[in-house]
């Protein structure tokens, strides 16, 4: 444990200068733990020392980067190797990647958990875990990520300071998209949010263009309403009508020209925030058999449908509710906005009534729950006193 966390200490303040330092140093450290125990704390306390005697190794600690990457990849020559951003690797070669620390989670293409034939492997060390690939195909192409766990006796929580990843594209020069398992899909074009086209390439050197299935043309990608994102597929940044309907991918790389599959991009208007509902009694307080109703209104967008449901005293015993609901459209500080809203008629009140009223609005983003009470008072004639 102690060697874990001296060694960590070396890496921090070397890594700053040079991470192929650090792997030097990991690799001394590792030969010297294998031999006499003794010399592990002779070469690990001079580095700290330094730090603490140079004022100006102090001043560069401070930049040390919150992030420590954590991840190493095997490189063609058989050594680890930090990985860049994005790799390139041949379908058929073997992928190996690494990462530090004794607890690691990993993240990778969903399509290597349905791999049966043993080409996919993950082992835990000591001191790192290895990610392993063989025989790759198209299909591995993706992001790969792992992190460090922070572990003691009973839970282990995620170290966000210590991660790695990079995306592999796995090159094959018969398949320029990553297959799928779908020959069409449905996408939803929503407005609040980006809607992505996961056409993705196995190769970053190939060219990709949008195209509409009917009238067949060529989606113009101008980089602000559409964007291409090597790694993602197309973007859709804001959701329009007339983007809706049927679109795809088309790949060219060497003489090569392929489609990917097709997407139905089905326009639909989401809210941009669960409904803002209030909830109104005619009067909070009635006496018995006198009708009162509940108004439950919410302001939002124009066009966003709102579903009302109510919760009340004598639903169980079976009272009978009506509702009544309708929608306008007002101005509200300038703005077109859509008044929603439902009400809940109550008639004769009797005992049973008495109590708690529940308006749940709710649309496609999310729903919100308003309550008042009402009392029901026993009638009071002057008869009766
Ligand atoms: C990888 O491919 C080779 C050659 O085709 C084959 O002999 C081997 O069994 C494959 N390994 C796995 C794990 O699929
Ligand atoms: C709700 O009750 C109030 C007060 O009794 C009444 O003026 C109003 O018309 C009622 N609303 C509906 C929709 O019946």
């Not at 919760?311 to 079976?318: H, N, R, S, T, Y």
């Amino acid at each position: 444990m102690r060697l874990g966390l001296a060694f960590v200490l070396v890496c921090l303040t070397v890594f700053v200068l040079e991470f192929v330092e650090c792997q030097k140093e990991s690799r001394t450290v590792k030969n010297v733990a294998k031999g006499k125990k003794q010399n592990i704390g002779k070469k690990v306390k001079p580095a700290i020392k330094k730090t603490k005697s140079k004022p100006k190794v102090k001043k560069v600690s401070v930049k040390v980067p919150s992030r420590i990457l954590i991840m190493t990849h095997l490189s063609e020559k058989g050594r680890f190797r930090k990985p860049s951003d994005t790799l390139v690797v041949p379908a058929g070669e073997r992928l190996v990647l690494r990462c530090k620390g004794n607890h690691i989670s990993w993240a990778y293409p969903s399509y290597l958990d349905e791999d049966d034939e043993g080409r996919f492997s993950i082992t835990h060390r000591e001191r790192f875990s290895q990610l392993t690939v063989v025989n790759s195909t198209a299909a591995d192409t993706g992001e790969y990520r792992c992190w460090a766990l922070d572990c003691d006796t009973e839970t282990c929580r995620k170290d966000d300071s210590k991660t790695g990843s990079t995306y592999v594209f796995f090159t094959d020069p018969r398949e320029l998209f990553v297959p799928t398992n779908d020959y069409y899909e449905a996408i939803q074009l929503r407005t609040d949010r980006p809607t992505r086209l996961p056409c993705q390439v196995t190769n970053p050197l190939a060219k990709v263009s949008l195209h509409r299935e009917f009238p067949p043309e060529v989606i113009p990608v101008n980089g602000k309403l559409i964007t291409f994102d090597v790694k993602k597929g197309f973007i859709i940044h804001k959701a329009l009508p007339l983007f809706a309907g049927t679109v795809y991918c088309v790949a060219s790389y060497q003489g090569l020209m392929q489609s990917s599959t097709k997407y139905l991009l089905i326009f639909t208007n989401y809210p941009s925030a669960p409904p803002l509902a209030k909830i109104k009694a005619s009067s909070n307080s009635v006496s018995v058999g006198e009708n009162f109703n509940l108004t439950c209104t919410a302001l939002g967008e124009i066009d966003i449908e709102v579903d009302f449901t109510w919760e009340f005293p004598g639903e169980q015993l079976g009272r009978p509710a009506y509702t009544r609901e309708s929608q306008e459209s007002v101005y509200v500080d300038g703005q077109l906005r859509q008044l929603s809203q439902s009400v809940l008629l109550v008639d004769e009140g009797r005992p049973v009534d008495n109590g708690l009223y529940k308006c749940v609005a709710q649309n496609l983003q999310g729903k919100t729950t308003v309550s008042t009470h009402v009392k029901v008072l026993p009638r009071t004639s002057p008869g009766q006193t």
